[in-house]
């Protein structure tokens, strides 16, 4: 059994693929000085994280987006991972970034199902004044068109009012609220102490900081000594999430409402978003604006970031990194509204490249 397991739950959209994919590329050096990160879990395919693998365990209940049938098909990687974990003699690392959205019930589970007693959960957390305009992204690459002022709403019904404690309770029972599950990081930090030595809790840095500060807050969390190394391996922006624009998510939502009607997310038209993200858009010269937070919204986003910063401070996690990442930042610019013409540029790159036409990359 490892001696010791540094469970990293996520959360989503705070820098875990690329923390994924520079474990995954020094899994060798890493496994020549005792710590695992287990790359092939079931079969040949190699993974770099192991989300996955944990609809195995847990399913459709604790994944709702995910089939029963992928749920199923990932027993086998799940019974894989548990297995290299236990029999490995010294630290193994797990890392997979939606496990943050489970419940507590779920969390138990998977702790137990891992089977370590010398569990250490590593969250990496973002403020959500960059949380939320990179989740309603995201939720337009899946294949919706919501706008964004809406998605915020329903975010905000979602959220509810009252104690934070009875808002994470009814979170809890909730199967559909797995965006507060994680994002509320006071309670997400409670939720996971029962079952873990450890909570720590590693901040996002803002843009404009030193290079690899991510990296280096990630590796004073994981507590490994000098076996990781200062200046991480170089990872390919298209091995990581790509970020969009706002008018090139605006782009996709209008594709995405326009074939509603056969299905936005079926696997063709997922495959065609992301041809057009790859090859019509990341290559442009000027891309437009970052999504932003509409001015109307900020001081109910800043409040609710405060509220969860304060249960926060009365648990007993671990900071690597400032509380103040974790704040929406005062001088973050605010959205007006869409420019019509960065949308008119990024449809038309979108076009032109559906129409196989040569562009100027602007």
Not at 95 to 109: F, K, L, M, P, Q
Not at 177 to 194: D, K, M, N, S
Request: glycine letters at 8%; a neutral charge.
């Amino acid at each position: 059994m490892a001696e010791r397991l540094l469970l990293h739950i996520g959360t989503q959209k705070s820098g875990t693929t690329y923390l994924q994919r520079v474990l995954s590329r020094l899994s060798g050096n890493l496994k020549r000085e005792g710590v695992l990160y287990p790359l092939r879990l079931h079969g040949r395919r190699e993974v770099y994280n192991h989300e996955a693998a944990a609809y195995g365990l847990l399913g459709t209940s604790s994944f709702p987006w995910v089939p029963e049938a992928k749920a199923r098909a990932q027993e086998g990687a799940w019974e894989g991972l548990t297995r290299k974990v236990r029999e490995w003699d010294g630290t193994a690392i797990v890392s997979g970034e939606a496990i943050s959205v489970i419940n507590s019930a779920a969390a138990e589970r998977l702790v137990s199902s891992l089977g370590v007693p010398n569990t250490h959960v590593i969250i990496t957390a973002r403020d959500l004044g960059r949380v939320l305009p990179s989740s309603w992204q995201q939720h337009i690459r899946n294949g919706r068109s919501t706008p964004f002022a809406r998605y915020l709403a329903q975010q905000a019904d979602r959220r509810g009012e009252g104690d934070a404690r009875e808002r994470a309770a009814r979170w809890d029972a909730d199967p559909e609220q797995t965006f507060w599950r994680a994002y509320a990081i006071g309670t997400l930090v409670e939720r996971w102490a029962p079952f873990a030595r450890t909570v720590t809790v590693v901040t996002v840095p803002r843009r404009g900081a030193a290079p690899h500060e991510l990296w280096h807050r990630f590796s004073r969390a994981l507590d490994l000594g000098t076996v990781l190394p200062d200046t991480p391996p170089q990872i390919d922006d298209l091995e990581a999430n790509v970020g969009l624009t706002e008018p090139e998510v605006l782009v996709l939502a209008g594709l995405n409402r326009q074939v509603d009607g056969v299905k936005a997310d079926d696997a063709e038209i997922r495959k065609l978003r992301g041809r057009i993200v790859r090859d019509a858009f990341v290559s442009r010269a000027d891309r437009g604006s970052p999504v932003r937070i509409p001015r109307t919204w900020l001081p109910r986003i800043r409040a609710w970031a405060d509220d969860d910063a304060e249960v926060l401070r009365s648990s007993h996690a671990l900071l690597v990194g400032p509380e103040s990442d974790l704040l929406v930042d005062p001088e973050a610019p605010v959205g007006d509204g869409p420019d019509a013409d960065e949308v008119a540029r990024a449809a038309g790159a979108a076009m032109a490249y559906l129409a196989n036409v040569p562009t100027r990359g602007a």
